[in-house]
């Protein structure tokens, strides 16, 4: 069966993130979404692995289901158009920092677990080494090396994903706490991974400029910290709905054809698409950071080197280049920051979310709207405005004024000329 | 590679040496040459003994050893209390010893005498069984014992059990009644080495005084300006005594630090010089690198504590996301140190609550440490579990004792404040001269950026205080503090503002 995944978010044992992500939430929210396989993120926590082992039980081999008493306390707030049997998989983020080859490196690595058992084993050792009850994503001065050593110590069907490889701060890859190559990063290890996470900054035409990333199948996820943002990324899976048939998919995606491919954010949209001092509000294109020598116009220090330029730096293929092992992804924008974007008010505004829900109610959920369901029904349950800045995003006929430094990018879909023209033959329509 | 002062002492040709070697001279490297030097050539029946401080150490002293081919029979490596207890098993029944007698830890003895003593609350317990421990260090020797030792002998024997005095004073004791055991180890032991020789004590003084002959010699290292164990015992005196002890000994300086940056090379010899009573010529900055001296107090220890985890934050250049997007780091602040670069030091175990619980909110890992044993005494109880040593990077959390021997590139020193350093606390008796080499021991660990961070207002053992800065602080030059960044944001605010993103 098709499924969408979205296993790297946390839980609100992890510093800054929202109150309510909850397992009752999540399973609302993946509804919502039309995310089925939903990580519960932060496992080593001991205090939310305890509500894990109370809250869950166990579905398909691997998976788990939110309990009935649970799901019952949000069901008042989902509309039957998107009711969806939602499952949890067992999964937490490490952020690795520690020294290698003479540099501090920040690795943050995603971690899964087929079971409760194997996810204790995981939770003990790391806890007989570091901190891992302050934060729901624990902080360990430990080698990514050597995490993924106890993680496939832990189950044969325990695995490592690195995380977000691209981000500047905290990945394999990073500018600035990264590595050059994978191998740096995972030593003789390193043929245990097969999958790498894009991330919100970058998409797979990008990833796919590197030889070196060729041995890896690509992945998405969106790495919330709040229930709302849950799919922002995730990936597309064609397979048997159970733990052991979608690490078949990441293992042997070569042969395995379960892994179809990713919805993605626009890498433009992401926080470090383009370089720069978000404390300067120096947003810098790579060719212009080039012309800079490196450094800031506004403070004269280098910039925070985005994932554009990095990639550019790594990278051994022109743009265009397709990877050996690619899969389709499609490019979306969220759907509550589109209705923001029709309604001119922000995506938080109560106005937006009334419009979302009751897209929901009559449509379904966010991924079929964004990505399959007609354009005349969208218009129907929507309007005319809204209709039209699906069929731009899915054409990918947008502007994006890029993110850089921590700062997300900022979309436009519309000229206010364009918006009053739409609206004007709407409503020739209606009269 | 030696430098000439290192060269010089590795190749003394006289029987006795004493080499004065302050923090980061290359202590070891020139000890482990000088070793390695005596020790090739020996015959079988001959070998070095090398007594550490640590056992890690001697670990360490005989891997670098075996990599100069310098092999185990020619060499016996450990601390006092391994090398007596291995004396010990050798020759139990001359020693008057069972076949199995057992060494115990302190753990093991102290529930045992609190039976003895019921009458004893815990502190006074504790009081006492220092009180012997030393004596059965300082005074056991040429004195009659009174009531309290002889009572806390019986336990022991009691028990069958020694403990880690009694495993030196016990070899004395056979060395003095057979002197034909004595002699077969001074026949074996053609070189004597001994390292932190500021750090012996009166037994263990004597202890190498029968071993040292006519026919073999010694060399010591250490620096009387780090001797921080009187208070076990350990006199800095026999510095003094060395060329009495050993007539016609050498001496030699090692002063060329290639530990700490000039700056804070400066700052510790401005402290130390009122105190260098052995005239130990000054240190020579061998490293060429910025280094930073941060002198900063705070309202409260738990500010002190907020304080040092927020620097160790930005240090680290952020540890998390929110860190980075919150702006709560400079993004583009260079960055290149981890946990395991970082070391916060303090004069009394108690101060690590605050830092701990400081350290804790922020998800940093850090690993406390024992109060400083100078000994990995465990060992020599087979009942004390064995340490896994995690491979992970950590932040240490050290009592400046603790701290001795190591390096970190960034130290944090918390408590500068009269009353901790120099402690004075009823009860607590300390040596004012001896609280001066603690602090630079403290000082002396950083090799690029050390904080002496104090608090105006703090509670030790439950009393709560107004405090001074410490008095050290005013040894050092202005021109080489630099007071304070701007201070850290509320982190309260911050967060919140985040939240609103989320």
């Known amino acids: ?431 | 590679m030696l430098n000439p002062s290192q060269q010089q002492a590795v190749d003394f040709d006289g029987r006795h040496l004493l080499i004065i070697a302050g923090p980061g001279t290359g202590k070891t490297h020139t000890l482990t040459h000088r070793i390695a030097r005596l020790a090739s050539g020996l015959s079988g029946d001959k070998a070095v003994l090398a007594i550490t401080f640590t056992n890690k150490a001697a670990g360490e002293l005989q891997e670098r050893l075996a990599s100069l081919n310098v092999s185990g029979e020619n060499l016996t490596a450990g601390t006092f209390h391994r090398f007596c207890l291995q004396v010990l098993r050798d020759h139990c029944a001359r020693a008057g010893l069972s076949k199995d007698f057992r060494v115990a830890a302190p753990e093991e003895i102290r529930p045992l005498l609190a039976a003895r003593w019921p009458e004893l609350t815990q502190s006074k317990l504790n009081a006492r069984l220092s009180e012997i421990s030393r004596w059965k260090a300082c005074e056991a020797i040429g004195e009659e014992p009174g009531t309290d030792v002889r009572e806390y002998d019986a336990v022991l024997s009691g028990a069958g059990l020694l403990d880690y005095d009694d495993l030196l004073w016990r070899v004395w004791r056979l060395w003095q009644e057979q002197p034909e055991v004595l002699a077969g180890y001074q026949r074996r032991y053609a070189h004597i080495f001994v390292d932190e020789y500021q750090d012996i004590n009166p037994l263990q003084h004597a202890l190498l005084v029968a071993l040292v002959t006519d026919a073999n010699g010694i060399t010591a290292i250490g620096d009387p300006n780090q001797g921080i164990y009187s208070f076990r015992g350990a006199d800095v005196a026999y510095f003094e005594r060395f060329a009495e002890d050993f007539p016609g000994a050498g001496c030699l300086n090692l002063a060329e630090n290639y530990r700490s940056s000039a700056e804070l090379l400066s700052a510790s010899t401005q402290v130390i010089e009122k105190f260098n009573r052995f005239g130990v010529p000054p240190l020579t900055a061998r490293i060429y690198q910025e280094g930073r001296l941060l002198i900063h107090t705070l309202p409260t220890a738990a500010a002190e504590a907020e304080y040092v985890a927020h620097q160790i934050e930005k240090l680290i250049g952020g540890a998390s996301m929110f860190s980075q997007d919150s702006g709560r780091v400079a993004s583009h602040e260079d960055q290149q140190v981890s946990f395991g670069d970082i070391a916060v030091l303090f004069r009394l175990n108690s101060q690590q609550h605050a830092l701990r619980k400081a350290l804790d909110r922020m998800g940093f890992p850090c690993h406390a440490a024992q109060p400083a044993t100078g000994d990995e005494e465990d060992e020599l109880c087979p009942a004390a579990p064995a340490n896994i040593a995690p491979a992970a990077e950590k932040i240490s959390l050290l009592t400046l004792h603790a701290s001795k021997g190591l390096e970190f590139p960034v130290v944090f020193m918390v408590g500068c404040e009269e009353r901790l350093l120099p402690l004075r606390l009823e009860g607590l008796p300390a040596d004012p001269q001896e609280e001066r080499r603690l602090f630079y021991v403290g000082m002396t660990r950083a090799k690029r950026q050390l904080y002496l961070l104090g608090a105006r207002k703090r509670s030790i053992f439950g009393q709560s205080y107004r405090c001074e800065p410490s008095r050290y602080l005013n040894d050092i030059a202005d021109h080489l503090k630099s007071l304070e960044d701007p201070p850290p944001p509320k982190r309260r605010k911050a967060e919140q503002q985040i939240n609103l993103f989320g």
């Not at chain 1, 044992?13 to 089925?36: D, H, M, P, V």
């Not at chain 1, 990095?310 to 920051?337: M, T």
């Not at chain 1, 994006?400 to 004007?424: C, H, M, N, R, V």
Request: aromatic share 10%; charged share 25%; net charge negative.
């Open chain 1, 1 to 431: 069966m098709k499924f969408y995944a979205d296993v790297h978010l946390h839980s609100y044992y992890s510093r800054a993130t929202s109150k309510n992500l909850n397992l009752e939430y999540l399973n609302l929210w993946g509804q919502f979404k039309g995310i089925q396989v939903i990580g519960t993120g932060d496992f080593t926590h001991p205090a939310w692995f305890t509500e894990l082992e109370t809250k869950l039980e166990p579905a398909e081999p691997g998976l788990f289901r939110l309990k009935k008493e649970f799901r019952d306390a949000t069901c008042d707030e989902l509309p039957p158009a998107c009711a969806m049997d939602i499952r949890f998989m067992l999964t937490v983020e490490i952020s690795n920092i520690y020294k290698r080859l003479d540099k501090v490196r920040k690795v943050h690595n995603c971690v899964f677990a087929p079971s409760f058992e194997a996810a204790a084993r995981i939770r003990d050792r790391l806890g007989a080494i570091g901190n891992i009850r302050s934060d729901g994503r624990p902080i360990l001065g430990l080698d990514s090396r050597d995490l993924l050593e106890i993680v496939l110590e832990s189950d044969p069907l325990s695995y490592l994903i690195p995380a977000h490889i691209w981000t500047p701060w905290f990945s394999a890859l990073g500018s600035k706490g990264g590595f050059d190559r994978m191998e740096d990063c995972f030593g003789d290890l390193t043929p245990h991974v097969f999958a790498c996470e894009t991330g919100l900054s970058s998409d797979p035409p990008m990833n796919w400029r590197l030889s070196q990333l060729d041995p890896y199948v690509l992945v998405s996820n969106g790495d919330a910290h709040s229930p709302s943002k849950l799919g922002r990324e995730a990936t597309v899976y064609d397979t048997e709905l159970s733990y052991p048939a979608i690490y078949r998919a990441l293992k042997d995606h070569t042969t395995d054809p379960g892994l179809k491919g990713t919805v993605e954010f626009f890498p433009d949209e992401g926080k470090y698409h383009y370089d720069g001092h978000r404390n300067c509000r120096t947003r810098l294109h790579p060719r212009e950071t080039t012309a800079h020598n490196g450094l800031c116009p506004v403070c004269g220090k280098p910039v925070t080197v985005g994932v554009l330029a990095r990639v550019e730096e790594l990278a051994d293929h022109p743009e265009g280049r397709k990877s050996p092992n690619w899969r389709p992804y499609h490019s979306l924008v969220p759907l509550a920051e589109i209705i923001a974007e029709t309604q001119g008010v922000g995506p938080n505004s109560k106005r937006v979310q009334n419009i979302y829900r009751k897209l929901l109610a009559e449509v379904g959920n966010e991924l079929f709207i964004l990505l399959d369901c007609p354009l005349e029904r969208v218009q129907k349950a929507g309007g005319a405005l809204l209709a039209e800045a699906i069929r731009r995003m899915r054409a990918g006929d947008i502007h994006i004024a890029s993110g850089y430094d921590g700062e997300f990018g900022t979309i436009k879909i519309f000229s206010p000329e364009e918006k009053q023209s739409i609206l004007a033959a709407e409503q020739l329509t209606l009269f």
